[in-house]
Structure formats: structure tokens, C-alpha cells
């Protein structure tokens, strides 16, 4: 041993270790090689324990030397990349947000972090499509096969379990987990391939705490180290640089009991502290690049996949479907950072914020000035110079820092994102009559690039009737959203949101059950077979022969004529069973031959790109500008945090249509062309935001409104725009649900605490003057309004209101047939319609009148 300390000195002393560090590092060096030593004597010859000793010290110091080296070089190389796109770029402020989220007419043609996420997600729910179909999420919650993903969970932690459907399923989750982990090592990221990798912890910091560190600890280890669920022979010792124990199933002793203990501690403290820079935890230090993050994503093996379930019931935060599929898209996202920005995001983007402010810098003393995204002149640097805030604002959101919530907020975060997602599911059950302005957007979004609008709403209802066409959609790459994760729904208006499972569940079930969800589902679907059936048509041409609108498509975002061409190869196209020929990413990166795969990889997720991002055009949804246009970076649970989140909820999806679509205005060429798109984009919106209007008072109970007047377009424009809820005001001094534009504004928690609180101070102030009471009309309105699911679902909404909310209205408030009759002269004067399901009548009276629509009278 002491020759070996003496070799670390001479190194010191020689040079071969230098810096200021160089002392530190040989101390720590000596230390490791004693532990080594002192642990393999007790086991083996003197002279052998100092053979491997040394060796092991030497391969642990390779290893770290080629992880930092592989880093640092794909962190240089990114910001090579990102200096090409942005220091001679004319828009650095746009190419600059383009790098997080694409920005349409921005001129950038290179990769954008949240159109890679998304295409890598919907890659990996592609391939494990079959697990997403038969063990996915219920309509009412829970697993479709508990049993059966059970069984793949254990397969997948190389338990065998004797079902062969279940070993076939794991081995598409494990085929999809080993590729993601090659994807990150390309990226510079350093995760050591395990064949029993099972899925990814995710701890319930909450139950952690409950529990306390010491019980926590003891049932990970017991305190003399004799029994453990996990397998300590699969996880290394950081001090050491080899596991903890020699063979699975040895006891751990002395200094490895020692250190493991020391390990669980700090993952406790981590866990709990809420110390995450991902929005899936697992077990690593805070404040590292990604590339070192995922290095330590497996810390904890466990000896099988019961172990694992066990645990996870206790201490996990979701159910084994969520964890498997939540892993598998945490590393997309990490993937898609490193991609853009290098293993270390944060530092990639600080070099690519500095390069585009001094590209500002240039232009500016040209004297350029360019326009926002709303139109408004202004010197480029103070575009860049705001840019750069809202950029890193978007970053934070794409990550999932922006929505992890405040150390020591926890319980407020939980307990605001449960309560709007309770409100989800007591007031957007009828949101379908809202979606069908994606319609207007879907047949828009198709023109703009050349593809005929026509066809996709005919694909759309195929899709929706024919399980075969679902089926052909399925093979070509194009899986539901929502197979793939509960809250998909509820994500689409709110953005990412931090509440408890079960309120997820319920907002989730809600949007199932109202039909939005497989609504927006075979939207997306259809809009993406449309466009994979494009390419194909385009396919027997050269990239400079193809539709010029298509074309512009491509190049724009970066694919070159000898990529198409390579793309277009006839034999990775796919034949449906009625002849139709389609160029889908993910059946072409299957079935390709031309490119080694890593290449194709890389050439298969920037066509899923363009795929996502010119989905987002039809289909839209909350994306990451028009979070950050109302959140910014407050974070849940902070008084800041929840006032956003409340005041703009439902109000982001209508910021983030209106972003996209000023995007796409301002993309055309012409200002003429600005003109024709504007007027038919809002004349779409709006026909079919009128559609809506109608189809709402119609699940209300009520006849079509008429048409025949201003005020009626003025709230089917707003409709057609996403913020229907401000029409009412065109028409009543109220809002759909009673509130005010006070309470409107200020968002729907707003709204439910006036609901609560506005009735109980009302009836306190009539008992203090010797009023009668209204407090059973109070209590029937909140059951009424406040319901979930019954009050909300827009067939069940009006029998609801009939069966329990007027009936119970009828039984506790005396002056309840006054208050219908009040109610129904009210909604003949606001809105010039009438009854045909009348208040306090358990079943209709008559038809809905529709000629009320073109004005005809009651």
C-alpha cells in the first residue's frame, strides 16, 4: 500500500497531477485505493487485494477522464452549431427562441428543443404502442390489465413471470428504453446499459417525509445491512468505484454498510427537498448537466420487479404505467435539450443568448430595426435584449423547472393544482362543442402548406368510425396522445400542471368521457396521415420539383435535396391495405436502408418535427410561449406561482392560438397575402365559433340563438378564438356560470371561492338584518355549477341540472319557481331564446326550436 501512495506523490511531483487541486485530488486518490485495499484483503492474498486495488483505482479514473472528455467535446460541437445559426443571422432574437420553440417565418433552420421532445415522444409511443393499448389508463382510472402490467413491470426488472404477452411487451419498453440511453450517449451523456434496467423511480417526497429518513432508510437497508429489496451487487459505490457488495444477496458490512446508509440519507435529503432540475426525480445531485444526471439515474436497483412494485406503492408517486412511460418521455426531453443546447443546457443556451446579443449588437449599429411578434417596429437589440428573458423563461417551462414547485411550497402547489383540475371537471365537460373550431384551423393549416383542407375533415371522421383506418394509422407511427399518459386532455388547455393523481384522474376521466379527448386525438391523427400522404404524393419528384409550398416547407426547416431524396426512397414508403402510399418518420427510420442507424435516427426525428410543429398549426394547443406570456417563471405553490396559473386558466390555450397565428401572418410573403389569410382565418373561426355557441346553448337546454344580430358574431368570434366565456358579456352582465368580469378575469379559483364565499357572507348579512335566508337556493346553485363530471359532461349536463340541481332547488328554497321564471325571462332578453328543457321539469316539454337560429321568434 505504501508503494502505491508513494506512485500517487511522484505524480503530484512530476507534473502528471498539477493545478491547485493537484493535492486534494492525490488525497482522494489515496483514499479510494485504501478503501479498496482494506476491503479485498479480507478476501483475498495481500499481494492480490493491492493488484486489483490499483487497477480498479486506475479504471475509475479512465472512466471519469472519457466521460468529462466525450462531454466537453458534444458541448463544443453545439456551441460551434449554435454560432453558425445565430451570428449571422438577421433575426437573432427570433433564431433564438426558435432554438427552444420553433418560431414560424423566423427564418430558422435549425432544430428546436420542444419540436424534438415532442417527436421523440411520439416515436417512443409508437414502439410501445402494444403496452400503451393493453395496459394504458381506464376511461374511469386504473390500468386496462392490472395483472398483466404487473407482469411487465417484473419482466422488465428480468423477473420472469411465465406470460409471454407480457415478456413481448417488455421487451418494446426495453427496446425503446435502450435506445433512448444510445441517444443520450450520443449526446455526451454517460448511462451504463443495464439488462434489467426496469423503470425509472419516482418518489413521493410527501410520503418520504411522513415516513421520516430513518424508516425510509430501513426499508431500503436494514440497520445491520443483513436484508434489503435492492440489489446491491448492480449499484456502485461512488467513494469506490464498484458496488457495494461483490454478489447479490451478500450482507453489507463495515465501510459498504457505512457508505450506503450515507448514499440513502442523501437521496433522501435530495428527494425531499424537492431538489430537482427535471420534472421526473431521480436519484442525483441538483445543479449538474444532463449528461451527469442520467449517470446516476439508477443508483437504486432493486432485486425485482416486485421489489419495485412493493416500493412503489408505498413511496411512489404514480402507478407503474405513469413511472414506465413518464422514464421513457423524461428522456426525450432531456434528449431533445441535449440535442439543441450540448450535455449541459444552461451553459449552451448562455453561449447561444451572449452570440445573438452580439449579433444584435452589429445590426443595431446598422441601424436595422425589425417587428416583434405583434407587429410593432423596434430596434433589434431591444427585441434580443426582451428575447432572451422570455426565451430562458420558455427553457425553464420546457424543462420542467418553471412548474416544480417552491422549496417548502409543496402542499400549496398541491393542493391549487388539485383544485384546477377539480375545475376542469366540473366545467369543461362540453369543451367538445368548443373544439369543433379545430376544424377551421386543421383545413387553414393544410392550405398554408399546400396540402387540401378538404380531405383531412373527411380523414378525421374515418378515423373516428373505422378501427382499421386507426389500426393503419398505428403501423405508420401515429399512436393517440392520450393512450400514452393521464391529463393529456386537461393538458391542452392548462399546460403542465403539479396536483395530486387523483384529481388528475377525475379532470382526465371528465375529458374522456365528453369525447374531447379521441376528438383531438384522431384530429392530430388525421392532420399527420394527411401530411405523411403528401410527401408520398411528392415523392417521385426532386426536392426542386416539388410543390412549391412543400418545398418551402423543407428547406425552411433544414432538409436538403440529397436528405429528400434519401427520404424518398420508394422501398420506406407504406403501402395501405387500399393502395395509399404514405412517408411517415417512424416507418421510414424502421424501414430504411440507406443510412447507418444513428444517421437515420437523426434524419427521422427533424422530419417528426415538422410533423409536430405543423400540427400545432392545426390542432393547437398550450404551448410554451403562451405560458410564459402569463407565468413566466413562477413557480407552484408560490403566491405569485398561483395567482398566474388562476387568472390565466382556459386564457392560455386562446394566447397561445393567437401567437401561432400572428406567427403565420406575419410568415407570408406578401402583405396581401397577410391580408387573404387573416380574413379567412377569421372568418373560419368565426362560422365555426358560432357553430359552438350554438351547440352550447343546445346541451344548456335552451333553442339556437339568433343570428341575426351583432352581438351574437361578437361572442362567436371570441368562441372561435378560445375565450367564449368573454361573449357572454356581449349579451348579459354575467358570465356563463353567474361571475362577473371581475371574477372572469381573475380566472376560475377566483370564481369558486366567490362560490363558496360570496353566499356564506350574503345569507350572514340577511341574518343579521332579519331577512329570510336564501340559503337553500345558494346550496343548490353550488351543486348545480360546481359538480364534477355530472354538472359538466354536455349530455349529462342539463338532466343534472333538471334532476338534482332544480329539484333540490325546489325543496330548500321557497321562492325556487320564481327564480326559474326569473331565469328564463332573463335568457330570453340577454340572449333572445327560450326553453325547450324548462326549469324545475324533470323532462323536456318539447323540441329544441332551431328556426330560433335565423330569428324567427320563440
Given at each position: 500500500m505504501a508503494n502505491m501512495h508513494d506512485c500517487i506523490d511522484a505524480a503530484v511531483n512530476s507534473g502528471q497531477l498539477n493545478g491547485a487541486s493537484a493535492q486534494a485530488k492525490a488525497q482522494a486518490a489515496k483514499n479510494v485505493y485504501t478503501e479498496l485495499y482494506d476491503r479485498y484483503r479480507t478476501v483475498m492474498p495481500d499481494a492480490q487485494a493491492q493488484m486489483l486495488a490499483k487497477k480498479d483505482l486506475g479504471e475509475a479514473t479512465r472512466r471519469a477522464k472519457h466521460s468529462r472528455f466525450h462531454a466537453v467535446t458534444n458541448q463544443l460541437q453545439t456551441m460551434r452549431r449554435i454560432h453558425a445559426l445565430l451570428a449571422q443571422s438577421d433575426r437573432p432574437d427570433l433564431h433564438l427562441q426558435s432554438m427552444v420553440e420553433y418560431v414560424e417565418g423566423s427564418g430558422y433552420t435549425g432544430e428546436s428543443v420542444a419540436s424534438l421532445q415532442r417527436a421523440y415522444i411520439t416515436s417512443i409511443n409508437s414502439g410501445i404502442r402494444d403496452f400503451l393499448k393493453e395496459t394504458g389508463i381506464r376511461k374511469r382510472g386504473g390500468s386496462r390489465d392490472p395483472k398483466l402490467l404487473d407482469h411487465v413491470i417484473r419482466e422488465l426488472h428480468a423477473e420472469a413471470t411465465g406470460n409471454a404477452q407480457a415478456k413481448q411487451l417488455a421487451d418494446a419498453v426495453r427496446a425503446q428504453q435502450q435506445r433512448m440511453r444510445r441517444e443520450f450517449n450520443a449526446r455526451g451523456g454517460d448511462i451504463g446499459e443495464l439488462s434489467d434496467y426496469g423503470i425509472m423511480h419516482t418518489h413521493d417526497p410527501m410520503a418520504m417525509r411522513k415516513a421520516g429518513k430513518d424508516a425510509w432508510r430501513r426499508s431500503l437497508l436494514s440497520d445491520d445491512g443483513a436484508t434489503s429489496p435492492l440489489d446491491w451487487s448492480r449499484i456502485v459505490n461512488k467513494r469506490t468505484g464498484r458496488p457495494f457488495a461483490a454478489q447479490p444477496g451478500q450482507r453489507l458490512a463495515g465501510g459498504d454498510l457505512a457508505d450506503a446508509r450515507a448514499m440513502l440519507d442523501e437521496i433522501y435529503g435530495n428527494v425531499t427537498s424537492m431538489g430537482w432540475q427535471n420534472r421526473y426525480p431521480k436519484m442525483m445531485a441538483t445543479g449538474k448537466a444532463l449528461y451527469n444526471q442520467r449517470a446516476e439515474a439508477r443508483v437504486l436497483h432493486f432485486k425485482s420487479g416486485s421489489d419495485w412494485l412493493a416500493y412503489n406503492k408505498t413511496f411512489g408517486t404514480g402507478d407503474p404505467f405513469s413511472s414506465a412511460v413518464g422514464g421513457l418521455h423524461g428522456l426525450a426531453r432531456d434528449v431533445a435539450l441535449m440535442r439543441v443546447l450540448g450535455p449541459n443546457p444552461n451553459a449552451g443556451f448562455e453561449f447561444a443568448a451572449q452570440t445573438a446579443e452580439k449579433r444584435a449588437q452589429e445590426l443595431h449599429a446598422k441601424g436595422q430595426r425589425n417587428r416583434n411578434i405583434l407587429g410593432l417596429k423596434n430596434d433589434i437589440d431591444k427585441l434580443t435584449e426582451r428575447s432572451i428573458t422570455r426565451t430562458k423563461a420558455m427553457l425553464a417551462q420546457a424543462d420542467g423547472t418553471a412548474n416544480m414547485p417552491a422549496k417548502g411550497y409543496e402542499a400549496s402547489a398541491a393542493f391549487f393544482g388539485a383544485t384546477r383540475q377539480y375545475i376542469v371537471a366540473t366545467k369543461l365537460g362540453s369543451a367538445l362543442a368548443s373544439s369543433v373550431t379545430d376544424t377551421a384551423t386543421m383545413e387553414i393549416a393544410a392550405q398554408t402548406i399546400g396540402m387540401g383542407g378538404g380531405r383531412i375533415l373527411t380523414r378525421h371522421v374515418e378515423l373516428m368510425a373505422s378501427s382499421a383506418t386507426r389500426e393503419t394509422a398505428a403501423q405508420m407511427g401515429w399512436v393517440a396522445d392520450t393512450l400514452a399518459t393521464t391529463g393529456a386532455g386537461a393538458a391542452r388547455y392548462l399546460g403542465e400542471t403539479f396536483s395530486p393523481e387523483v384529481?388528475?384522474?377525475?379532470?382526465?376521466?371528465?375529458?374522456?368521457?365528453?369525447?374531447?379527448?379521441?376528438?383531438?386525438?384522431?384530429?392530430?391523427?388525421?392532420?399527420?396521415?394527411?401530411?405523411?400522404?403528401?410527401?408520398?404524393?411528392?415523392?417521385?419528384?426532386?426536392?426542386?420539383?416539388?410543390?412549391?409550398?412543400?418545398?418551402?416547407?423543407?428547406?425552411?426547416?433544414?432538409?436538403?435535396?440529397?436528405?429528400?431524396?434519401?427520404?424518398?426512397?420508394?422501398?420506406?414508403?407504406?403501402?395501405?391495405?387500399?393502395?395509399?402510399?404514405?412517408?411517415?418518420?417512424?416507418?421510414?427510420?424502421?424501414?430504411?436502408?440507406?443510412?447507418?442507424?444513428?444517421?437515420?435516427?437523426?434524419?427521422?426525428?427533424?422530419?417528426?418535427?415538422?410533423?409536430?410543429?405543423?400540427?400545432?398549426?392545426?390542432?393547437?394547443?398550450?404551448?410554451?410561449?403562451?405560458?410564459?406570456?402569463?407565468?413566466?417563471?413562477?413557480?407552484?405553490?408560490?403566491?405569485?406561482?398561483e395567482l398566474a396559473r388562476s387568472g390565466v386558466m382556459f386564457k392560455s390555450f386562446a394566447m397561445s392560438l393567437m401567437i401561432n397565428q400572428m406567427r403565420r401572418f406575419w410568415a407570408q410573403p406578401t402583405p396581401l397575402a397577410r391580408v387573404a389569410y387573416a380574413v379567412k382565418l377569421g372568418a373560419s373561426l368565426t362560422l365555426m365559433g358560432a357553430v359552438a355557441v350554438q351547440l352550447k346553448e343546445l346541451a344548456k337546454g335552451r333553442d339556437p340563438r339568433p343570428m341575426d344580430n351583432m352581438k351574437f358574431w361578437a361572442a362567436a368570434g371570441l368562441q372561435g378564438g378560445g375565450l367564449g366565456i368573454f361573449g357572454d358579456f356581449f349579451a348579459a352582465g354575467t358570465n356563463r356560470f353567474g361571475g362577473g368580469i371581475p371574477e372572469t378575469l381573475a380566472g376560475p379559483v377566483a370564481g369558486l371561492v366567490a362560490d363558496i364565499a360570496v353566499p356564506i357572507s350574503s345569507n350572514v348579512s340577511r341574518a343579521a338584518q332579519g331577512e329570510d335566508l336564501l340559503l337553500g337556493r345558494d346550496i343548490a346553485n353550488f351543486v348545480r355549477f360546481n359538480t364534477p363530471v355530472a354538472s359538466s359532461l354536455w349530455y349529462l349536463r342539463r338532466p343534472f341540472d333538471a334532476w338534482v340541481g332544480d329539484q333540490l332547488q325546489l325543496l330548500l328554497d321557497p321562492e325556487a319557481d320564481i327564480a326559474f321564471r326569473r331565469a328564463t325571462r332573463r335568457a330570453e332578453q340577454d340572449y333572445g331564446t327560450s326553453l325547450w328543457w324548462k326549469r324545475g321539469e324533470v323532462l323536456p316539454s318539447r323540441w329544441p326550436n332551431y328556426s330560433n337560429a335565423l330569428g324567427g321568434g320563440q
Open positions: 384529481t388528475r384522474r377525475l379532470a382526465d376521466f371528465t375529458l374522456r368521457a365528453s369525447g374531447l379527448n379521441f376528438w383531438t386525438d384522431m384530429g392530430r391523427t388525421a392532420f399527420k396521415m394527411e401530411l405523411s400522404g403528401y410527401l408520398a404524393t411528392n415523392a417521385g419528384r426532386t426536392l426542386q420539383d416539388v410543390d412549391p409550398k412543400l418545398r418551402a416547407l423543407l428547406e425552411g426547416r433544414g432538409i436538403t435535396a440529397a436528405e429528400w431524396d434519401i427520404l424518398r426512397d420508394p422501398a420506406s414508403l407504406m403501402t395501405a391495405p387500399n393502395g395509399a402510399s404514405f412517408l411517415s418518420p417512424q416507418w421510414w427510420l424502421e424501414h430504411q436502408t440507406k443510412l447507418p442507424r444513428d444517421q437515420a435516427e437523426g434524419l427521422a426525428m427533424r422530419l417528426q418535427a415538422i410533423f409536430e410543429e405543423q400540427q400545432e398549426f392545426a390542432i393547437p394547443s398550450v404551448n410554451l410561449a403562451g405560458r410564459v406570456a402569463f407565468q413566466d417563471t413562477a413557480q407552484p405553490g408560490t403566491f405569485l406561482g
